[in-house]
């Protein structure tokens, strides 16, 4: 018998705290609604991440884009999602291998203009085993679009059995 030389690979990834976010129901339209879903994860197979923590900034993104309704204990027990412009989750933990996502529901300003507009986090940061982690920042784009406005009326309004009426659309 002989022996053989051998190479292992061995890929780390460069964060072991990951943040993704997304705009949902997108495009929305000035004065209506969208929603936010952020999805984080434990990439660390062996330890659990604790006091997790990012911000974001909406009104960086668009002036007058606020959240409300927002979830309870978003990330494990503890954890905290607070703020209207600039949301901020704090106390985050995950166990090896974890993930957790929510969604935030947002308010679009009536008097924002049809366009893109992108929205950044801060880095997520977390602790394992007393160290500090981190992960990059994120972006994600909302998209504002116009939407036609139709009313419709019946101008003839009563109209008797078997007669005839006006509707007028605009």
Do not use: W
């Not at 997790?52 to 905290?80: E, H, R």
């Amino acid at each position: 018998a002989g022996t053989a030389p051998a190479t292992l690979n061995v890929f780390i990834p460069p964060d072991e705290l990951s943040l993704a976010k997304q705009f949902v129901g997108n495009p929305a339209a000035p004065g209506g609604t969208s929603q936010l879903k952020y999805t984080l994860r434990n990439l660390n197979r062996d330890h659990s991440i604790t006091g997790i923590s990012f911000t974001d900034d909406l009104n960086s993104a668009l002036s007058g884009l606020t959240a409300a309704g927002l979830p309870t204990a978003p990330c494990g027990a503890g954890s905290t999602l607070t703020g209207v412009s600039t949301l901020t989750l704090s106390g985050g933990s995950l166990g090896p291998g974890e993930s957790c996502e929510f969604t935030v529901d947002l308010s679009v300003p009536g008097a924002a203009a049809d366009g893109s507009y992108t929205s950044t986090t801060s880095a997520i940061s977390g602790t394992k085993n007393g160290g500090a982690v981190t992960g990059s920042a994120v972006s994600a784009s909302l998209f504002v679009k116009s939407v036609p406005q139709l009313s419709m009326a019946f101008i003839d309004s009563p109209v008797n059995q078997g007669g005839q009426t006006t509707l007028r659309c605009t």
